[in-house]
């Protein structure tokens, strides 16, 4: 796959011949880190939670049967520390961690002075604070290797998917931590074998640096995330049906409408200005008036005009209406500040 990072193998080890079957299986389709999980967190106890150094041991012995590197999630110092022993390559910490800055912090310390890749998952919450925060503690610990991977967030809406994608929060993490490796998990963000494909191809047109995609030989007898798994078989034919995107245009083509978008944006920002100065002449004259600022009845009503009139030329209704929400929250503000800016120049008795 060119370029691209690939990371796969089973939710969790569940055998040595479960683990050293599929990584050697992996390896033969260019996988380049072979994952598993050893220590589960699981949301009700009783369930199956791993088998912790055991399961390491067998890790092991997969690195050594195939050359390949070898990672797992840990959620606690003494995971790092037992998982250092069995000699793995790379870590990771899982998406209720990542929302738990006291637990990544412990997990910072303890990797203060190691140098070895780190993988970060997204918090379930859409909280880019929150992930942004566990890279930058690991930075801080001295963790140079350290790599972001989006496996999607919990939302309130119904969604087909098991973790919204939500690819703007990535996208803005990559803007603001640019040199840091971001892969796409399309298992935990789909959480069906049918969704795996296209959330990977989409995390590929956006130039994502990898992917993680969880792997078992018989996925329906997995002890853990069996609706999501597919067999390595499966994979090869997946990876056959992606397209990796090149990072640079060697012919400079989108020069031209990179300029024709610059120049959108410019008569944008222009008009809005000019917006944002009408909204203060408004906000003079409902001080005057004695009016309110915030009009409920127009509010509704620019809304539905402005989304009807979007969808008459091929704009989203939905789009529209974010747009719009975010110009008029804009508008009361600049109308409030023109109100209590007079207020204050006039005092009152």
Same mark, same amino acid.
């Given at each position: 796959?060119?370029?691209?990072?690939?990371?796969?193998?089973?939710?969790?080890?569940?055998?040595?011949?479960?683990?050293?079957?599929?990584?050697?299986?992996?390896?033969?389709?260019?996988?380049?880190?072979?994952?598993?999980?050893?220590?589960?967190?699981?949301?009700?106890?009783?369930? %199956?939670?791993?088998?912790?150094?055991?399961?390491?041991?067998?890790?092991?012995? !997969?690195?050594?049967?195939?050359?390949?590197?070898?990672?797992?999630?840990?959620?606690?110092?003494?995971?790092?520390?037992?998982?250092?022993?069995?000699?793995?390559?790379?870590?990771?910490?899982? !998406?209720?961690?990542?929302? #738990?800055?006291?637990?990544?912090?412990?997990?910072?310390?303890?990797?203060?002075?190691?140098?070895?890749? &780190?993988?970060?998952? #997204?918090?379930?919450?859409?909280?880019?604070?929150?992930?942004?925060?566990?890279?930058?503690?690991?930075?801080?610990?001295? &963790?140079?290797?350290?790599?972001?991977?989006?496996?999607?967030?919990?939302?309130?809406?119904?969604?087909?998917?098991?973790?919204?994608?939500?690819?703007?929060?990535?996208?803005?993490?990559?803007?603001?931590?640019?040199?840091?490796?971001?892969?796409?998990?399309?298992?935990?963000?789909?959480?069906?074998?049918?969704?795996?494909?296209?959330?990977?191809?989409?995390?590929?047109?956006?130039?994502?640096?990898?992917?993680?995609?969880?792997?078992?030989?018989?996925?329906?007898?997995?002890?853990?995330?069996?609706?999501?798994?597919?067999?390595?078989?499966?994979?090869?034919?997946?990876?056959?049906?992606?397209?990796?995107?090149?990072?640079?245009?060697?012919?400079?083509?989108?020069?031209?409408?990179?300029?024709?978008?610059?120049?959108?944006?410019?008569?944008?920002?222009?008009?809005?200005?000019?917006?944002?100065?009408?909204?203060? *002449?408004?906000?003079?004259?409902?001080?005057?008036? #004695?009016? !309110?600022? %915030?009009?409920?009845?127009?509010?509704?009503?620019?809304?539905?005009?402005?989304?009807?009139? !979007?969808?008459?030329?091929?704009? *989203?209704?939905?789009?529209?209406?974010?747009? %719009?929400?975010?110009?008029?929250?804009?508008?009361?503000?600049?109308?409030?500040?023109?109100?209590?800016?007079?207020?204050?120049?006039?005092?009152?008795?």
């Amino acid at each position: 796959m060119n370029h691209l990072t690939l990371i796969a193998g089973p939710c969790s080890a569940e055998s040595e011949q479960q683990v050293v079957q599929t990584a050697q299986a992996l390896k033969n389709l260019g996988c380049s880190i072979f994952r598993a999980g050893v220590w589960k967190p699981r949301t009700q106890p009783g369930h %199956f939670e791993g088998f912790g150094e055991q399961a390491l041991a067998w890790l092991r012995l !997969a690195k050594q049967e195939t050359n390949m590197k070898v990672a797992t999630e840990v959620a606690l110092p003494q995971h790092v520390e037992q998982a250092l022993r069995y000699g793995i390559d790379v870590l990771w910490i899982g !998406a209720r961690t990542t929302a #738990n800055p006291f637990a990544v912090q412990q997990i910072a310390d303890a990797l203060e002075g190691v140098d070895i890749p &780190v993988m970060v998952k #997204n918090p379930i919450s859409p909280d880019l604070a929150l992930w942004l925060g566990a890279l930058e503690r690991l930075q801080k610990a001295g &963790v140079k290797q350290v790599m972001a991977i989006h496996r999607g967030f919990s939302v309130s809406e119904h969604s087909p998917y098991r973790n919204e994608p939500l690819w703007h929060l990535p996208i803005e993490l990559r803007r603001l931590q640019t040199d840091i490796p971001l892969i796409c998990d399309p298992s935990h963000m789909g959480g069906k074998p049918m969704f795996i494909q296209s959330l990977a191809q989409q995390a590929l047109d956006l130039d994502y640096d990898g992917l993680m995609i969880e792997c078992h030989p018989n996925p329906v007898a997995a002890l853990s995330d069996a609706e999501q798994q597919i067999t390595p078989t499966e994979l090869g034919q997946l990876l056959q049906a992606l397209t990796v995107r090149e990072k640079n245009d060697p012919m400079n083509g989108l020069e031209q409408l990179r300029r024709e978008i610059d120049q959108c944006d410019q008569q944008l920002i222009e008009a809005l200005a000019q917006r944002m100065h009408i909204a203060q *002449e408004i906000a003079s004259y409902k001080e005057k008036k #004695n009016l !309110a600022v %915030f009009q409920t009845n127009r509010y509704k009503e620019v809304l539905r005009q402005r989304m009807d009139a !979007a969808e008459k030329v091929g704009i *989203e209704p939905q789009f529209t209406e974010k747009l %719009f929400q975010l110009i008029h929250d804009e508008s009361v503000r600049q109308q409030l500040n023109v109100i209590n800016r007079k207020e204050k120049k006039t005092p009152r008795d």
